[in-house]
């Protein structure tokens, strides 16, 4: 059975750092694609950010290039998600999400098989 769960989210206020962090199980880690997305309140779920790594594509969005960077620690079946610089508007329940080996980096949810739980980050500004 396929598991990730999210942690790192909370409060902090705008220009801070974060960190989530999306430990899986039950799935071949590190051939899957990995892959954040977010949803804000009354907004549609967006990708954020996203490795695939057998067929060699990644993808931010334009919102978060330069302040996220996606990371991932096979030997610990974990993935991780630095958010720096943080703004009010990055405010969103953020989920991690793995997709077949073959899925290409777009943004889009099609592909990811599996899906977290989502954990709340709220920036103050």
């Known amino acids: 059975q396929v598991q990730l769960v999210e942690s790192g989210g909370g409060l902090v206020q705008a220009g801070g750092s974060l960190r989530l962090s999306c430990a899986a199980s039950?799935?071949?880690?590190?051939?899957?694609?990995i892959a954040w997305f977010r949803q804000a309140p009354g907004k549609e779920r967006e990708g954020v950010s996203c490795?695939?790594?057998?067929?060699?594509?990644?993808y931010y969005a334009e919102s978060v290039k330069g302040r996220f960077t996606v990371s991932k620690d096979n030997a610990k079946s974990t993935f991780y998600l630095q958010m720096n610089s943080l703004k009010p508007e990055d405010t969103a329940v953020y989920y991690c999400?793995?997709?077949?080996?073959?899925?290409?980096?777009?943004?889009?949810?099609?592909?990811?098989?599996?899906w977290g739980k989502g954990t709340l980050v709220t920036i103050s500004s």
């Open positions: 999400a793995a997709g077949e080996p073959t899925t290409y980096c777009t943004g889009s949810p099609y592909g990811m098989d599996y």
């Open positions: 039950g799935v071949d880690f590190d051939r899957y694609a």
């Open positions: 490795i695939s790594s057998i067929v060699g594509s990644t």
